[in-house]
């Protein structure tokens, strides 16, 4: 898909919106973090309208991504020291092209298993989720990376 030809504006999902927060962007992808504390749980989101597959971006946004990938992915193991990052895009339920980034532990409540419907989410306190959001932007933070502030996701 070439974003040049793409006359619709990007939207975030409703459920995306209702089950994470902005944590920021990079030139392709906007970061989410997911409201679920069981797990470090990030999102990539390809700003680019009607995607619901990687093969569908460019093929210099494919690229791009890969890039974005590895660095949120070396920043969350800098971060968190997980034993595992489990990197998969699924869309069953939100057809919108979005990247799951979670750091696993072989003591979370799911491992060996995969994340989804293993246990029921559970809630950040706001202090928490504040502290992650914070600690993963500044993880973040470089050139490469700018705050969410600036973006329309309507």
């Known amino acids: 898909m070439d974003e040049t030809m793409d006359t619709q504006q990007f939207e975030l999902d409703p459920l995306l919106a209702d089950t994470t927060e ?14 679920d504390a069981n797990y470090p749980w990030c999102l990539l989101v390809p700003k680019r309208a009607a995607v619901t597959e990687l093969h569908h971006l460019s093929e210099l946004d494919r690229l791009q991504y890969a890039k974005e990938s590895g660095y949120l992915s070396e920043a969350m193991v800098a971060l968190f020291a997980p034993d595992k990052m489990n990197i998969a895009a699924l869309g069953n339920q ?15 409540a799911a491992w060996p298993n995969p994340i989804w419907g ?15 959001r914070s600690r993963l ?3 973040l ?3 490469f990376f700018t705050a969410a502030d600036d973006i329309n996701l309507s």
């Open 22 to 35: 902005v944590v920021g962007h990079f030139p392709l992808c906007l970061v989410l973090l997911s409201k």
């Open 141 to 143: 933070a470089c050139d």
């Open 118 to 132: 293993a246990v029921p989410a559970t809630e950040y306190t706001a202090e928490d989720f504040d502290s992650r």
């Open 94 to 108: 939100v057809p919108q092209l979005h990247i799951h980034h979670v750091a696993r532990f072989k003591d979370d």
């Open 137 to 139: 932007r500044s993880a």
